[in-house]
């Protein structure tokens, strides 16, 4: 147990009192005056709590370590494993205890490597493509004619039999409004020129979508294909089509990114493979092969990937620190996030932000020499990026503990401030997030009321809590990049907003600290 000595812990006493004094002020103008002794004792705390992070603040620091000196972690990778290491030294040299590395079991690995794509005839243009994680190489060269080819149902599917053998498929047509005027996503454009008003040209012709896919395509708001099932429908509806376009014969699909501006986009897991290569094109590529068709000329891409799978089992690991809580020690309060990222960036927003932010609580913890009642635990998961692994797997082999967890709390979306979050149809706790949101907003942390959503956001590790029955959520967070960035070769440190990523860190270390100390437990449904 690594504590303070006791002159550091005189040194941090008077350092906090100073610090105090300066926002005496600053508390008595903007939070109640009058408060109960415990509330008082809370409150002067999370000041604690910013002013350590305002002045000494190493979230930063540790993330530019992470992200430049370890890089992207795929799961299974040594890169990963290392940064499991680099974390669990933090752990420890921030005064956690029972720091371990905790293993789970993936089926196999996969590594990246070369792929490249070119169109050679009608023109020679080369692509910018990578290829899908957990997706079988070309083994060397391969060539064949562009198809549209994104079926809906089953019925799609028995209509092609036979017509795409040695063909490339482009699996998800590029977005009606791929021709964006240099205007990104949710930004404005400029006002239409009122000569041409009736006749815009912000969207490929729907006459041009039913030649090219060589079917009726539904209506412009209808789902992506089989979406409508939701995820797993929509997961499964993949696997059938994988399996189909592998009796058929084709050689590669390509998928769309679905981003502006050449950025790429990533995904790809061990319990989703496809039996073809998989190659994310850019958008702005899926474009020039779609004007290229409507041309009515045959496009033909040659494709080779070099990805490959690995020998499994692979063990991975979760990283885990403890601060033992007290009288409440057998109650457990949990902050998240993932360690993974995906591999063509350094996964600085998705998601080194939010596990810098843990350890940063961790820190927090340790600088101010608090105890919590209850057992604060932070865990780095692995797998979130190929479906929740590294989460499921710690919700398993700790589900005798489950009952005694009060609540977790996850930072996953990018380095923006936190702004509220998802309740998970977990109503019974609006009012007490509210309340410490609204203190939150007191200490100058928040600069406009905080967002509940009713509804499950469960794109994330909270999720595998929150299907054990624990109240579990995932912050609301300003979207800064993150949609253009994440799981694309510029999700770097250079997007990180430091102050945002500071508030984080009180944001979680103020609700950790309340949640550790307060009487009862996060509320349950009944």
Known sequence: MNHLSRRNRLTGTIGCTLLLGAGIAFAETT?????????????????????????????????????????????????????????????????????????????????????????????????????????????????????????????????????RK???????????????????????????????????????????????????????????????????GFMAFRRKLSEFMQK???????RVSEKPQDLQNMTGSWSAQSKIPVLFITQEHIALIYRLMKRNLPVEIEVNAGGRFTKGPVTVYNTVGEIPGTDKANEIVLLGAHLDSWDLGQGSTDNGTGSCVVLETARLFHALNLKPRRTVRFVLFSGEEQGLYGSAAYVESHKAEMSRFSVVFVHDTGTGRVKGAWLQGRSEVQPLLEKEFDNLQALGLLTEKAKFFPGKMNGTDHASFDDAGVPAFAFYQDSAEYSLTHHSQSDTFDKVRPNDLKQGACVMAILAYNASTRDEAYP???
């Open 31 to 163: 939070l109640t005056r009058a408060v109960p002794a415990k509330q008082g004792q809370m409150l002067t705390v999370n000041m604690m709590i910013v002013s350590q992070e305002r002045e000494k603040s190493e979230v930063v620091n540790n993330l530019e370590y992470l992200s430049d000196m370890i890089g992207p972690r795929l799961t299974g990778s040594q890169r990963l494993l290392d940064a499991n290491r680099w974390t669990a030294e933090k752990m420890k040299e921030y005064g956690l205890q029972n720091v371990m590395l905790e293993p789970y079991t993936i089926p196999q690995g996969w590594e990246r490597n070369r792929c490249e794509a070119h169109i050679v005839s009608p023109v020679n243009v080369k692509l910018h493509v990578d290829q899908g994680a957990w997706t079988p190489g070309t083994r060397g060269k391969v060539k064949g004619t562009v198809v549209i080819f994104a079926p809906r149902n089953e019925a799609d599917l028995e209509a092609m039999k036979g017509k």
């Open 166 to 232: 040695g063909a490339t498929v482009v699996d998800t047509p590029p977005a009606n409004n791929y021709m964006r005027g240099g205007v990104l996503p949710g930004g404005t454009p400029p006002p239409p020129i009122p000569a041409f008003e009736k006749s815009p040209l912000t969207q490929l012709p729907k006459t041009a979508e039913r030649v090219l896919s060589g079917m009726e395509m539904e209506d412009d708001q209808q789902p992506p294909p089989a979406r409508r099932n939701g995820v797993g």
């Open 248 to 254: 058929e014969g084709v050689l590669a699909t390509l």
């Open 524 to 526: 349950r449904k009944p």
